[in-house]
């Protein structure tokens, strides 16, 4: 523990490994219950439990808030920062290198798609003003960009793709909830595949819950979640094409 | 008194008259039309009820055979009048014979001087019956329950489970829910015909079937008889079967209905033509069942700018507002929306978001208005989020408003956990009780920022709606004047269900109800 | 997990065993501290993680709220309800069972021991008025009873109990940082023991953060929390009084 | 304009003349009297400083040398200057050779007609000289910050070691916090000596010691240049050091002190005469070092109810003034305490609170009112506690008050995680920033419930205060008159370090402040 590199959570003192918990036991409040809580605290690897608060939600449901010190510890020299994470050019520098190695406009087709109507998080990324002052693709001189909107089919999406011959086709999911978000995202890799189109083009996803992890899972090249702009998007899929220009070598 | 603000009431007769117009303009449009929504709730309306054997409802069934033989226009109950004339068939045999390919209602016509109306008057009458029976249950168990001098509390569920909703409801009317809105999948407000039967499998929220709505509407009963209150139950009449699903809320007792004269057009691209012919078939069903309809105004705040943008709400109201009253709906069934969305981190944010709710309550004074959460500032972050609520529950109270959305600690991480409506119930429950009696204490200074910020914000939706007026709704809305949205008047979905009258078209139920 | 006596955490949906956490790491914001925040989540043993919130709350310290579903189950046949966890009799029953087994009034003894200040708890159990409408102690005809309020020595304590031929000690305990209670409930029960008063008394504690099973580790008899009154402790005082009478012949 | 409240001045004056004519009697009889804790402070303002072998510092060394010789009496000063006119040791020598044997203080008296000020003076300049820098200095970093327009944010740090403390404290500045607080381990304030050096190990806090003062004043003045603010440091100048703490601070420059002449007495059982003479000398030094005191009557409502006893907090605030004004210490130093104690379940608790705080804000217009949040009612349900603490925000803002403590979510579980403390200040920061400007435009309704609880309470309090006017201060806290508290005035820790002064006594520091 005292090497450097092992961390733990933090509550106030250094390696206290403190941690906050809630949940929500099927259970009548009570002792029985209270019990059960505690395992779960225990099962969850905790020590030093404090089950702070009991709270019956209605009968045969009880709130538990609890703390509890993390025994294991994290070790820091075993974390890779991902190839989604890199420093994000800016503008002018995509625009550069797209003009240098790749020496032609790229295209980029976006949609939310399925039946997901947020459209915020798409354009957040493609349309020129962006988003929390970062701007969108629209701004860059080297991307043609096509923003389908929200609601799209993924039969539509490829049909776009195929006929404006694009390099990059962009995601968004944001309704994620009995995982609707992986069923289609699956669907149009899936769809890509059977067309023949997945190597052809850079396949990214994103929205709030979507993680590099994920997309990488699904079978995508990249996936970006919240607080990412399209400066990140841009520097990531730039330098993949130009790795996949060069592995074609 | 805190809950009042002057207006300038030049202003406000001016704006309300521009709304008028446009409704007018609307409504000449509109009673030209029919489309295929309006005629599956007709075929419902007259019992047609069920599933064929590839699930589809038999009312898109006889809809969808009009449709392919070009008989739209003409409308179905014509054809079930006629063929019921012949056949003495009930409209459900028939819809099951067309089903079958046994019966082709092209081949019916009705005798001259004989209306739908007459030959189907039993069936209209049953459904009539039935309506008044559900509107008098809710109001004899409203008038049973103590009355509260506070926002009634609306809380969302969204399992994607019906079963599932009902547990999460019932506790939630447990801890403290006046109201409970089934919040619907994603998708379905695009799908032409409506589910059947207890649905399991939804995602962001559950279909609204009629069994559901039956369901929980017992479910609902059930526990509130046990506590002595009266939960009111909300869904969805939006979409491409907008007017079908008020007919099936009608006939389930639902007491609330989200029912927006723009939010398909907007937010689900669905056509403009379409969806405001089915607005209004479906305000007459509400109201007639005096179930309160909630407008969407608050999803312009959720892609356009709280504080910009304030005026465009008050504009959309009042022509929720004056739509409403050309349909028949009164402004005791209009709950108006409205949003707290201006970002926590602007400079006295919370009095410009007091002047707009104030603003709200005293354009529509008799209007149960709906008041909805902070949604768009809100972050993963539930410790800062349950305080964003707090501030919102204040303003709710302190301004008198009536239907009072819950916002969630987790609005930006998922739909509502068990404890995550608890929280937010005993969060609101706690501002109501420690702030009760204080708007009574207080006084808005007069001729300071609130009035002032209330003022320009109806100027700006004067002149909106001066802009449409003379633009006329569909260019407006091509024009793009809410949430940054524009929309084409022949794009979008349904527009292939629409069909202009024909001089023989009946719509009984429109008819009764105009 | 089919077995109904197998549970889980509750969100929205059955056994989908879901918990919300929040911890800090000493750690800058980035992609490292989300991804060792992840690990941490891995080895809580949840899946389905979602870090929802990525918070700096000062150079080297990031906050984080994280859900995820929790993947063991609780077995509920395994959990045993505590022996302090009895139905609590009323007073009048306790009198009479005082009266009935063992003839005599007991002398019950409290106090808030150490430096703790705190006597709103201790004074709960005993004064007159009890709390949250449960009475107290000094309500019981068949109980003496001595509160000595707060910053009581334990050497204090333990003279006035030799002095009143005590049957029964109280001690309360308020501020456990740096266990601080665990320190001074060790110290009494110590003491206690070097006098020989161990076995003729009954030790209780109580406070906040005090559970049975620890005042069981540090040696007591029973150990009362929050949402613990005067008559849960009365009905375990006699019980044991008598199961010690009993035992004795 | 909500701060304002229109009181009866009638009630007021008649209630600060008895709290006057109740200190007056306080401090006939203190300055008849000096204890072992005024007789090290005056030791420590001489230069004594350090601990012998044993740990025990120099200061008490010296006075129990003069207390096992019956010279307590006497005092101090009195035979530092003596023992110094005749060997020329310094008052660190003199302690240093005191603890060693070799010096009997008293072998040596003052010629006739020499003073132990005149004797001492280089030694008391010196030290007057530094808190008079020390203060200068801390005037200099206010005029240059930005001003603030709403309540300081206090924050507390207590994790028992001073380095981690530094750490938090760090953060909290950083996060937004004006003030840090440094809480006291617990028991410290019944040690009859002040620990030394930089300490690691306390509990629910951490030791009040000068290296400590020093360590955190340092960081702090180092992250306040960083963010160009001034961050205030609090401490605890309470318990049986009292004075010697705040002479510790004055060095230090330290910004406020928690400093009450009833705290002690009620919330430790130290001796009542003991604590009100410590508390005059302390409020001497506090006032001529420019710090501010935090008196507590917040703690009257941990224990007793908060809408009962809402009078004691009234009538202890006006003691208190008193008895500051009585030691020197202007208005612009009081940072007298109130809280925001009333349970949550309430009906109209809220507005109770505002009628509190509106009263305490009009009674002492100049002074820098310390507001606490609730404890009492938080729970171990953290989000809960959020809310709370957001009503609590809103009261402290929309009333205008000064010294805002913040509430943390995890009130009643442990003393504060950084992250605790985080969300705390974001909290109160966003209500601060969107209600900017709010109460301006609100107004209190003349002649309402907020203006009539004001006077109720005011009235209870004149009562109160006319009550101990006439039984005199000591025999009112025998009969328990604050928090349900009683104390007998020879009861109590400490009074064995209390003397009579002998007519030969001296207290060169207060001679020269009075
Ligand atoms: C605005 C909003 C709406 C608006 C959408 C308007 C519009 N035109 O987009 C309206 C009101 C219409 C709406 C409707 C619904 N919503 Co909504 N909505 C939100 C809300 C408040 C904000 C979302 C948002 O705009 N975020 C801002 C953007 C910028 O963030 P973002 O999407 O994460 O995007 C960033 C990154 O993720 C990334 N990114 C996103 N996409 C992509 C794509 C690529 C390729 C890349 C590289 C990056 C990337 O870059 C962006 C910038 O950093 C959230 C709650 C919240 N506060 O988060 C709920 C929320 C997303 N909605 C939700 C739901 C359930 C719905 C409905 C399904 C409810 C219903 N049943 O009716 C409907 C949608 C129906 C449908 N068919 O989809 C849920 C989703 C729950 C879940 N996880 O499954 C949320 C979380 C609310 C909740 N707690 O219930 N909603
Ligand atoms: C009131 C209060 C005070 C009052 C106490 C007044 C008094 N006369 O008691 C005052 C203001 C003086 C005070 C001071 C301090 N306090 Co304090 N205080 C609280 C507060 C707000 C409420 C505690 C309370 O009264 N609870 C109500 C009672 C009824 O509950 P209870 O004690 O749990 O008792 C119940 C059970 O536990 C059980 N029980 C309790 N004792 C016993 C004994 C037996 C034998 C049995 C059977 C059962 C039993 O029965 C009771 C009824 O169910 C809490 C925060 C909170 N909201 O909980 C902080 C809190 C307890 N205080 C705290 C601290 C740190 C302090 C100080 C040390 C701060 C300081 N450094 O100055 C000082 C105390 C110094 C000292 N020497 O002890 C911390 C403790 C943190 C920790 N876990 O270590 C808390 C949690 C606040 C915080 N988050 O920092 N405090
Ligand atoms: C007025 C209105 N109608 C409908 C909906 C729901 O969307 P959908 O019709 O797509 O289910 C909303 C969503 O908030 C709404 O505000
Ligand atoms: C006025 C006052 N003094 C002192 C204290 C701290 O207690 P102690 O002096 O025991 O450290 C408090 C606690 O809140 C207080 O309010």
């Given amino acids: 523990m005292q090497d450097k590199n092992f961390i733990k959570p933090y509550g106030d003192t250094l390696n206290d490994g403190k941690i906050q918990i809630s949940f929500t036991l099927p259970l009548d409040a009570g002792a029985k219950a209270q019990a059960a809580a505690s395992q779960i605290m225990e099962k969850l690897g905790l020590e030093d439990i404090v089950i702070a608060q009991e709270q019956s939600l209605s009968p045969g449901f009880t709130f538990y808030v609890a703390y509890g010190s993390f025994k294991a510890a994290i070790d820091l020299d075993t974390i890779v920062v991902l190839e989604n994470e890199q420093k994000a050019l800016t503008i002018e520098e995509t625009d550069e290198l797209i003009k240098r190695e790749l ?147 | 008194m805190i809950d009042q603000i002057k207006l300038d009431e030049n202003l406000v007769a001016q704006a309300k008259a521009h709304g008028a117009s446009i409704a007018s303009d609307v409504l000449a449009f509109v009673q030209g039309h029919t489309t295929v929504a309006v005629e599956r709730t007709i075929c419902r309306l007259l019992g047609i009820d069920g599933v064929n054997q590839v699930y589809a409802p038999y009312a898109n069934v006889l809809v969808e055979h009009l449709k392919e033989w070009g008989l739209l226009s003409i409308g179905a109950a014509y054809f079930i009048a006629a063929a019921h004339l012949e056949t003495k068939m009930s409209p459900q045999e028939i819809a099951e014979a067309v089903d079958q390919g046994q019966l082709q209602l092209g081949s019916f016509a009705l005798p001259p001087g004989v209306t739908a109306s007459d030959v189907l008057a039993p069936y209209i009458n049953q459904s009539l019956k039935k309506i ?145 012919i089915d607005q209004h078939f479906s ?44 349909a028949g709906l009164p402004s005791e069934q209009m709950g108006l929306g409205h949003a707290f969305e201006i970002d926590p981190n602007v400079q006295g944010g919370f009095v410009l978001e007091l002047a707009h709710a104030l603003l709200s309550r005293s354009l529509f004074p008799q209007a149960p208005l709906k008041y909805m959460p902070p949604t768009k500032f809100m972050t993963g972050n539930i410790f800062k989020g349950q305080s964003q609520n707090t501030m919102f529950n204040i303003a709710s109270y302190l301004t008198g408003q009536n239907i009072h959305l819950l916002g969630m600690l987790t609005e930006a991480i998922h739909t ?47 002149e909106l709606l001066e802009e449409i007026d003379q633009n006329k709704l569909f260019h407006a809305l091509e024009k793009g004047v809410f949430a940054d949205i524009s929309r084409s008047s022949q794009g979008g979905k349904g527009l292939d269900g629409v069909a202009k009258k024909d001089e023989r078209y009946e719509n009984p139920f429109s008819q009764i109800w105009s």
Same sequence: chains 1, 3.
Avoid: W
């Avoid at chain 1, 790229?106 to 988003?131: C, Q």
């Avoid at chain 1, 701004?139 to 006929?163: F, P, W």
């Avoid at chain 2, 809380?155 to 999460?168: K, L, M, P, R």
């Fill in chain 1, 103 to 249: 020496g032609r406009k790229l295209t980029v087709i976006g949609a939310s798609t399925g039946t997901d109507a947020h459209t915020v998080g798409i354009d957040a990324i493609m349309n020129r003003k962006g988003f929390n002052g970062r701007f969108g693709l629209e701004r860059y001189d080297m991307l043609i960009t096509h923003n389908l909107g929200s609601q799209v089919l993924n039969e539509t999406l490829l049909q776009k793709a195929v006929q404006e011959n694009a390099d990059v086709i962009l995601v968004s999911q944001t309704v994620t909830q009995k995982d609707i978000h992986i069923h289609n995202l699956t669907e149009l890799i899936e769809m890509a595949e059977a067309e023949g189109l997945r190597d052809k083009m850079v396949f990214i996803c994103g929205g709030a819950r979507i993680t590099h992890e994920l997309a990488k899972e699904l079978g995508y090249d990249a996936g970006f979640g919240s607080g990412k702009y399209a400066d990140d998007v841009a520097t990531f899929m730039v330098k993949e094409l130009i790795r996949r220009k060069e592995s074609n070598f």
């Fill in chain 2, 132 to 276: 008044a029976e559900q509107r008098a249950k809710r109001e004899e168990k409203i008038a049973a329950e103590p009355k509260k001098d506070r926002p009634l509390i609306y809380c969302i569920v969204a399992t994607g489970n019906i079963y599932e909703d009902i547990t999460q409801s019932v506790a939630a009317a447990r801890q403290g829910a006046d109201i409970i809105a089934v919040i619907r999948t994603t998708g379905q407000s695009l799908l032409d015909y409506v589910p059947y039967g207890a649905t399991t499998e939804g995602f962001g929220g559950t279909y609204a079937t009629q069994e559901n709505f039956r369901l929980m509407r017992q479910a609902l009963d059930q526990v509130g008889e046990e506590l002595g209150r009266y939960i009111r139950l909300t869904n969805y009449c939006s979409g491409l079967c907008m007017p079908e699903i008020a007919a099936m809320g009608a006939l389930e007792r639902l007491d609330m209905m989200l029912n927006d004269a723009l939010y398909g057009i907007l937010f689900r691209d669905i056509n403009m033509q379409r969806t405001l």
């Fill in chain 2, 283 to 326: 305000r007459q069903i509400n109201a007639v069942a005096g179930i309160i309809i909630n407008t969407g105004e608050d999803n312009y705040l959720t892609t356009a700018d709280a504080v910009e943008e304030a005026h465009t709400v008050i504009a959309s109201q009042i022509l929720n507002e004056q739509l409403a009253l050309a």
């Fill in chain 2, 416 to 462: 509502p956990f068990m404890s995550d409506r608890a929280l937010s119930i005993e969060n609101a429950l706690m501002v109501f009780t420690s702030m009760a009696g204080l708007a009574e204490e207080l006084e808005i200074k007069s001729g300071g920022k609130i009035e002032k910020r209330a003022q320009l914000v109806l100027e700006k939706a004067l």
